[in-house]
């Protein structure tokens, strides 16, 4: 080994050793005892029984897809299904966990999965709405209070987090991640995969994480859900491949493939993805379960002629249990037969299943997440609701607030107007678990709670239609009013799976109901609820003020009476910039910098004719009642070693006179590097409370990593050379510094 090398890999493993350390620790391991117990029941079992191991089937509870396979419970009782979705209660999961312990050959019980997205019973904000909070320990602990509610009602396995970065809010499916970040997105991946799992698997409040959808299900082209996706390996590595990774270091035990395709093959049968990336370079012990029927869709995909070939290619790419496609069941013993399958593949599979159903503890008790009692006093607890109220005025981001509209007086007549004013049905959002409408608290309802001196509403308009006098109404009320509150946006069914949108402003009835409100002189405060960045220039610009409030679930009008209260002081961040039109998509704060940047004199740089480059609102903005002022962030150092962390010191002062919430975002520019260079990134966040008056002094490490990136020849690492450091509250308001680093 050279001089070089072996400094340099002394310097690794000093600097990044303790780091990688740390995080593999978290990371999910078989433990030893568990092997003889796999090989003792690997030994016993049949072809057919391991190939049940291997399969997942939905009850007929639901479904997100086609049903392939009817009669589930027979296909339990011989052996053939070894893993159940869309079952859950403590009766029912009882009933079909009987079946198998004492119905089958073997007695292996049962995996129960099931989208438990963002609540079970108690339904929190939607993730995209949550990671609006930037508020990792209440983030945590909506994912904590999810499985304990969850595996009391005898669920073991959720389908979340789920982590995919995007930057195109046409695609529905982004109210289900972290936005557009990849670093915020690590972070909550992190978050929610310890949330889910809990202080260790095997404990009866702890389930298994799944992150999905692994790969780069967040950039189908054009924004259309099931789409392709295409991305050069850099683009790929840098911004969409480390949620998983980091979701994976934190424990999750397993992971999902996505429906795409990546560089033209599906992930679904992808063995770079599967193998050399998932197993071989990041070390996952887990088990890898497909996305509905995605084995199935690879004949689709024209990437092979027949299921049976689908099949083949998902498991030699390292697939290890269908879901919902019945291809390994009605196909796999033929391909072993045919010698397309090696029994060493099929038996690998089969201990990666049996490994995590031994570590939950299901054997020594199968019904461990069967508890009546438990059921009864967890769903809807009142320290739950309590957490999900919580989390969701921290969710609330202000855009908007012209003349100290908000907030609002009690001495105030109040018009409340919009089809979501005196709504339920909508709050609990897309992927609502076992949510129940019934049991949200509406505007109306938490806007009533704080006693304001008068309240009137209506609706105005439907979601999508004018109302009969809707609008007349409306406007008579307003005029009465002193202020009126428009609550209005999409409706939940809007966002989320197989709902992309080419348009992705209001619906036009609201816009115009909003836009007439406006016209009246009142002041207006805008409520919006919906599931990704909307686009509605003209109320942006006209509306007094804008609150954006997702969908927040079983607590969304207390949390929002809090807020237009201000018994809670507004402090969530936009985790995705808002664009002006749908003609800036995709529009996001880390772009690369470019030959011809931006100049407002020159026409031939990079920019539309008919519209600003900005957004409408960047990444990380959002407004509090008080104000706050960031100092330019302080390096320990302005030169400092290649490798050598370097702390840095940011001062945040609230300079308004209530107590207050800021989120201190760190963001860096590498000026010089062997290939383009995002303009910034963000590479560190604290949120902070302080009183009115308040300064307080941050302190943050970058560490080597967060100056790395995969440089041309794509090895990992930094380049020495001049970085600027940037702090501020949001990603288009930043202080700089520069600083160097040397050989
Ligand atoms: C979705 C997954 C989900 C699965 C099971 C699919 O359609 O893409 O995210 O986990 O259904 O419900």
Redesign the pocket.
């Known amino acids: 080994m050279s001089n070089t090398i072996f400094r340099s890999l002394i310097t690794w493993l000093l600097v990044a050793g303790p780091f990688w350390g740390r995080l593999c620790a978290q990371m999910y391991r078989p433990s030893a005892a568990v092997e003889d117990r796999v090989t003792a029941l690997l030994d016993k079992m049949s072809l057919e029984e391991k190939i049940g191991q291997l399969t997942l089937y939905t009850t007929d509870w639901g479904s ?2 086609p049903t392939i396979r009817e009669g589930y419970k027979n296909d339990i009782r011989s052996g053939a299904c070894g893993n159940l ?2 079952s859950h209660t403590v009766s029912f999961v009882r009933e079909l966990q009987r079946i198998a312990v004492e119905e089958t050959r073997l007695k292996i019980p049962l995996l129960f999965g099931f ?1 438990v997205i963002h609540g079970y019973k108690t339904i929190f904000p939607i993730p995209l709405g949550e990671s609006a909070s930037w508020d990792l320990e209440a983030i945590e602990r909506s994912a904590r209070v999810a499985a304990t509610e969850a595996t009391a009602a005898g669920l073991n396995w959720t ?1 979340a987090p ?1 982590v995919d970065v995007c930057r195109d809010p046409r695609w529905g499916r982004v109210m289900e991640g972290a936005g557009e970040d990849t670093y915020l997105g690590c972070r909550i991946a992190e978050a929610r995969t310890r949330g889910f799992q809990g202080k260790k698997l095997g404990d009866t409040d702890a389930m298994l994480a799944c992150v ?2 692994f790969a780069a299900y967040g950039a189908p082209i054009a924004g259309r859900d099931y789409n392709s996706v295409d991305m050069s390996e850099r683009y790929f590595r840098e911004y969409y491949l480390p949620p998983y990774e980091a979701a994976i270091r934190a424990g999750a035990a397993t992971v ?1 493939t996505s ?1 795409n395709d990546y560089d033209g093959v599906p992930a679904t049968g992808n063995k770079y993805l599967l193998t050399d990336i998932l197993r071989k370079e990041w070390g996952f012990k887990g088990f890898v379960v497909t ?2 029927t995605s084995i199935n869709e690879m004949v689709n995909h024209g990437v092979v002629a027949d299921e049976k070939a689908a099949g083949e290619l998902a498991m030699n790419a390292g697939v290890d249990m269908d ?1 919902q496609g019945a291809v390994y069941q009605r196909f796999m013993l033929q391909s072993y037969k045919d010698g397309k399958i090696a029994m060493p593949l099929i038996n690998d599979a089969v201990r990666r299943v049996l490994r995590l159903k031994i570590e939950l503890g299901l054997f020594e008790d199968p019904y461990k997440y069967c508890d009546e009692t438990r059921e009864k006093n967890s769903l809807l607890s009142a320290e739950h609701r309590a957490a999900a109220r919580d989390v969701s005025r921290k969710s609330i981001v202000l855009l908007k607030n012209e003349g100290g509209i908000l907030p609002l007086k009690k001495t105030q007549k109040i018009a409340l107007i919009g089809p979501l004013a005196d709504n339920k049905s909508e709050l609990i959002g897309n992927w609502n678990g076992a949510g129940n409408a019934n049991d949200c608290v509406s505007v109306l309802e938490g806007l009533r709670a704080k006693a304001p001196a008068e309240i009137t509403t209506e609706a105005g308009s439907d979601f999508m239609a004018e109302k009969s006098d809707g609008l007349a109404n409306a406007l008579a009320l307003a005029e009465k009013a002193d202020v009126v509150v428009a609550v209005v946006g999409e409706t939940a069914m809007m966002s989320g ?1 197989a709902c992309a949108r080419g348009e992705i402003g209001l619906p036009a009835a609201q816009e115009a109901l909003v836009m007439a409100l406006i016209k009246t002189g009142k002041p207006v405060v805008v409520v919006l609820m919906n599931g990704r960045p909307l686009a509605f220039p003209a109320i942006a610009e006209s509306a007094g003020a804008i609150v954006e409030s997702w969908w927040l679930g079983t607590e969304a009008g207390n949390a929002i009476a809090d807020v237009l209260f201000g018994d809670y002081n507004p402090s969530g961040k936009l985790p995705m910039s808002f664009p002006r039109s749908v003609g800036q998509v995709p529009v996001f704060y880390n772009e690369k910098s470019t030959g011809r940047p931006f100049d407002p004199n020159s026409k031939w740089t990079s920019k539309y004719i008919d519209m600003p480059n900005s957004p409408q609102w960047p990444f990380g903005f959002g407004l509090s009642y008080t104000t706050f002022s960031i100092s330019e962030p302080k390096p320990e150092k302005t030169t400092f070693k290649k490798g050598e962390p370097l702390k840095v010191s940011v001062t945040v002062s609230n300079t308004g006179a209530r107590d207050g919430e800021e989120v201190v975002q760190l963001y860096v520019h590498d000026l010089v590097g062997s290939v383009t260079r995002p303009v910034k990134e963000l590479k560190g966040f604290q949120k902070v409370m302080l009183k009115a008056g308040e300064s307080r002094t941050l302190q943050f490490t970058l560490t080597e990593k967060d100056l790395s990136f995969y440089r041309r020849d794509m090895s990992f690492g930094t380049e020495p050379g001049d970085f600027e450091i940037m702090a501020g509250g949001n990603s288009a308001d930043l202080k700089k510094v520069r600083v160097t680093m040397t050989e």
């Open positions: 997100t897809g979705f869309n989208d389908f789920m999905k959808h999902m429906f996305d509905y879901m799976e």
